[in-house]
Each structure stands twice: as C-alpha cells, then as structure tokens.
RNA sequence: GGGAGGAUACCGAAGUGGCCAAACGGGCCUGACUGUAAAUCAGGUGGCUCAGCCUUCAGAGGUUCGAACCCUCUUCCUCCCA
C-alpha cells in the first residue's frame, strides 16, 4: 500500500487537488510539502495533531515536510470558519509563540532528516505592498474571491470583513508560491476548512510560474459525541505539559467514545491497517474494557510527552482508576501529585477546612456554591466516601495518606490535596 | 438625514412596577443505570458568612415605599424611508 492509499484508507485524503496527478506525483519520488500552524497561543493543541501527524507520515515514506509558522499570516488573521474581525498579536507575542511551538513539533518530525520549520514573517515581513500588488495581486480577480466560501460567509454576516482579513488569501497562496521558489515545494496539506485557501495557492502557482503545486486536505475531526475537539471543561487540550498534564492529556482520548476510537486511530496513530483492525473489533467485542482508546491514549501520550510523560499518566489513571483510592501510600500519591489536578495547603487547614472549601480550592469547583451544589447533588466524595455534608471539616481521617487527600468530583475528575507539614 | 424596533444569565428566548436571581429551550454539571461509554430518566446551573444576605436584566442618571419593567441622556444593533 502506498503513501496515497494509506491516507485514502485512514479517512486522511478527503479533498485535494490534480485528480490522479497527485498520486502519480507522489509515487514518482520525494516530494516537499507543507502544513501551517497558527501562532496565535504559545501552545500548539489537540486540534494541530492531524497535521503534525500527516507531516509526520510523509517524512517516513522519504517526504520532506515543512512546518510553517503563520507568524506573519497569523498577524493578518483567517476569516476562515470565524464568525467575526479577530483581535490581532503583535510581532513579539508572535515570534515568542512560534519558538515554543518549534520545540512541539520537533516530537514528530525530524529535523535533522531534511524537515524543516519555518515562519512566514521572515518573508511576508520584508515584502513591500507595491511589489505585493503588482507580482501577487495582479493575478487575483476580487470577482473570484467574493466567491469564495470564507469571504462568503462573513459579507452576509453583520459583522463584515475588513479589507486586511479580506486580503489573509493572498499571503497564504503566497506563502505557497515562496516555498515552491525558495524550497521546491509541491503540495500542501491543511484541514477540510483550508481547502479555498490552498486551492487558491495551486492557481497562483499557475498563473506566476507555470507550475503544477497541489493541495491535500483532511476532514474536519469530529466526535461522535459532539464534544468540541480537543475541549474539556476546563478547556482546550493541550500539547504544553504545564498547560494539560500527560494525565489529562491521555485521560482525553480514553474517554473517546467508542465509535470514534477506529477512525481516531486511523487518523492519528502509525499503526498498521491489521492492528487498527483487531483494536476495532476489540471495541465492539468487549467495549468496557477500552482497548482501543487505551491503545490510542498510549501512542499520541507518548509521542508527545515521551516515556516518562506516558508512564506518569499511566501510573496515576492506575491508581485514581483502580478502586482502591485508600490502598494508596503515600509515596505513590507522591507520585502521582504532579500529574494530577492538585494543590499544596498548610497543614494547619487540616481539621478547619470545609470539605466545600477543599472541592474549590482542588479547583474541581469554581465557587463554593457550586461545591455545595456538587456536594448535595451526591457527586463529591473523599476518598471512597461521598461527602454528604458542605460544612464538614476535612480532618486526618480523611487523608488517603500521610499528607494526601484524594477529591472526586463526579465520576471521573480527581483532585488531590496535600497538607503538607 | 428622517422614522420604527431592539439590547435579559454560557447561547437562544420569555418577562413590561412588587408573587423576579428572573419562565422555557439548548448547552454544561451531577445522580440513577453503566463500561472512566451511549441512550434514557431525575436534579442542578450568579455570589456569599446560605431558612438570610449581596451583586445582576447594554451604560449613566431620575421617578417611586419599591424598577429588568416607567422617564431622561449615552453607546451599540436591526428594520423602513431618503
């Protein structure tokens, strides 16, 4: 099975551009390709993995990727798929994004084997706007572009477009045309929702040089469940382990739903059509086990957060997980501290602390009324134990260990208090 | 430029002088049931020193014993006429 028929099989080509060119292209040898990343936080997120993974595929198969920082574009901003103008970084906050970005998506790519990361101020910045208009933007037609979905979308909205984001196209089929002169890139890949952007790349491709540039893209990952990618309560997830934890991190994709756990080890994981297949059917054979969202939870934990990553998330979903919260000792609480939501306390609040005020300063609840609320609703407990009272204290009986308390909060948010001495 | 109608909690949307911390729906949280599911049913969904109190209904003033609701000004939005 060849590059082009894997990402077939995996749901990963869902719209690109050449027909069969493309796979004939890609057959005919090593090709360049590209992905861009937005800049816009200093964390890259769950939402980034497909490209980072589908940039990841095609070094393997002797590729050549480049990830592209849209340091320059993400100062123009996307109209794409936003419902409104959005608010833009300025140059520092950027350049500052971008280099902690590069360090994520060294864990999928190889840069000392011909992958490359690079920004695209380093070129949109030293462009001149009459040296733009002339070379690039003679060869728009703004008919063309009012077409085009994203304009689309937000000239009947109320909120309007502004000529800058109107013009965010341009820079992106730019990009692709400086990367083809200066790199010898062919093709770039993006999510169904850049399909316009980069078809507009192909053209521009045509019209300046004469050459034939390609687009790839996948479809939009969804779950099943209507869960918003990527998103918890407590917000997005992730790639930063000081923003989400290895814990949280895998503990998001073991409670994939079960219809998802195939397609997202199809979309997301390396693993071989056979073993993708046997996990599915594991799913629909004995489903409470998770095999397969296990499965998928250890291979990305792992790609990003490495072995220590993996095995603290696995160590503490084992023992938040397995039953015996009071089991527990000390030093396996210890353990498991970093990697789960927690919070040191003076010792001298043990005994005075309300079990209210420990639900919130656990942070497994915002205020203290929604503590209580959790509480007389039946769904927080210490340890084993449900707490049945706001008002009660927290005391030493209730430490799983020397120093630890274990906080749950419905079934599966887990908090840990430490009293230090 | 003239005229009409709007702005309510995460979102949508009722309410038009006291019974309003504010109906209803969605979302979200929790319980039961489960598989750390789904579906279903039930409860909850501003804050606190919680049988009470405090801050909310675009913003600022005012009328009133009492205002989300009435009046004035301001900001923003929608529609009609030019």
Not at 143 to 167: D, H, P, W
Not at 168 to 183: G, I, K, P, S
Not at 217 to 222: A, G, K, M, R, S
Request: hydrophobic share 40%; glycine share 10%.
């Amino acid at each position: 099975m060849d590059l082009f028929d894997e990402l077939l099989w995996r749901g990963l080509a869902y719209q690109w551009t050449g027909e069969d060119a493309l796979p004939a292209r890609l057959r005919d040898g090593p090709i360049t390709l590209y992905c861009g990343f937005d800049p816009s936080a200093p964390s890259l997120h769950i939402g980034n993995l497909v490209g980072l993974t589908t940039l990841r595929r095609f070094q393997k198969a002797g590729h050549h990727p480049i990830a592209v920082a849209g340091g320059g574009t993400g100062m123009i901003g996307d109209p794409s798929g936003k419902s409104e103008e959005r608010n833009l970084l300025s140059e520092s906050e950027l350049a500052e994004n971008v280099a902690s970005i590069r360090a994520q998506i060294a864990r999928f790519l190889d840069f000392d084997a011909g992958a490359s990361l690079v920004n695209n101020a380093d070129w949109l910045g030293a462009l001149g706007y009459i040296e733009f208009l002339r070379d690039v933007g003679k060869h728009f037609s703004v008919n063309a572009m009012l077409a085009k979905e994203s304009v689309r979308a937000r000239l009947e909205s109320r909120a309007g477009i502004s000529y800058t984001e109107f013009s965010y196209m341009l820079m992106q089929a730019y990009d692709f045309v400086h990367l083809h002169e200066t790199a010898g890139c062919e093709l770039q890949v993006g999510g169904s929702d850049q399909f316009g952007n980069i078809s507009v790349g192909v053209d521009l491709g045509r019209r300046m040089h004469g050459v034939q540039l390609f687009g790839l893209t996948w479809p939009l990952v969804t779950r099943s469940d209507g869960v918003k990618m990527g998103k918890t309560a407590e917000g997005a997830v992730w790639l930063d382990p000081a923003r989400t934890s290895p814990y949280a991190f895998y503990q998001w994709f073991v409670n994939v739903p079960d219809a998802d756990a195939g397609p997202f080890l199809r979309f997301f994981t390396e693993l071989p059509r056979e073993e993708i297949e046997a996990l599915e059917a594991d799913v629909a054979r004995a489903p409470q086990k998770r095999e397969a969202q296990r499965r998928l939870a250890r291979e990305l934990t792992l790609l990003v957060h490495g072995e220590d990553g993996l095995r603290a998330a696995e160590r503490a979903s084992a023992a938040l997980f397995g039953g015996d919260l009071d089991g527990l000792t000390e030093t396996e609480l210890l353990e498991i501290f970093a990697d789960v939501p927690s919070k040191d306390l003076p010792r001298a609040r043990l005994g005075a602390i309300t079990a209210g005020e420990a639900l919130t300063e656990a942070g497994l609840a915002k205020s203290k009324s929604e503590a209580r609320r959790l509480i007389e609703g039946g769904g927080a407990s210490i340890g084993n134990r449900r707490i049945d009272d706001a008002e009660r204290p927290v005391g030493l009986g209730d430490l799983a260990s020397e120093t630890v308390a274990v906080l749950r909060a419905g079934k599966n948010r887990f908090a840990l208090l430490r009293f230090a001495r």
